[in-house]
Nanobody, 115 residues
Framework: QVQLVESGGGLVQPGGSLRLSCAAS??????MGWYRQALGKQRDLVAN???????NYADSVKGRFTISRDNAKNTVYLQMNSLKPEDTAVYYC???????????WGQGTQVTVSS
C-alpha cells in the first residue's frame, strides 16, 4: 500500500521561506511532485522530479522553488523561497506508480503567505 505523508506547511510572511516534505512508503524510486490548489481554483502543477532527479517547474515558481529528493529516505522536498501571497494554497504531494499505472496523492498541507 502506497502512502504519502506531507509536512512543513504553515503561515509565513511575504518574502519568507518554507520547506515541504513528502515521505513515501510502500514504493521507492518513483516520479514524484507537488501540485497546489488555491481556494476556488483548479489544482495546478508546481514542480516534479523523476526517479533519476530530472526536474520540472511551473513558470510561476521558477527561480524561487526547488524540488529535490532523498532516495535513501524515500522523501521529496519542496524548498520555497521568496514566497508571495499568490503562493497561498493547499499543496499536494503525488507519486506515479508506473507498475500499476496509478497516481497516489498525499493529504495536502496548507501554505499561507500573509503579513
Amino acid at each position: 500500500q502506497v502512502q504519502l505523508v506531507e509536512s512543513g506547511g504553515g503561515l509565513v510572511q511575504p518574502g519568507g521561506s518554507l520547506r515541504l516534505s513528502c515521505a513515501a512508503s510502500g514504493i521507492s524510486r518513483s516520479a514524484m511532485g507537488w501540485y497546489r490548489q488555491a481556494l476556488g481554483k483548479q489544482r495546478d502543477l508546481v514542480a516534479n522530479i523523476t526517479s533519476s532527479g530530472s526536474t520540472n517547474y511551473a513558470d510561476s515558481v521558477k527561480g524561487r522553488f526547488t524540488i529535490s529528493r532523498d532516495n535513501a529516505k524515500n522523501t521529496v522536498y519542496l524548498q520555497m523561497n521568496s514566497l508571495k501571497p499568490e503562493d497561498t494554497a493547499v499543496y499536494y504531494c503525488y507519486l506515479d506508480n508506473i507498475i500499476v499505472g496509478r497516481r497516489f496523492w498525499g493529504q495536502g498541507t496548507q501554505v499561507t503567505v500573509s503579513s
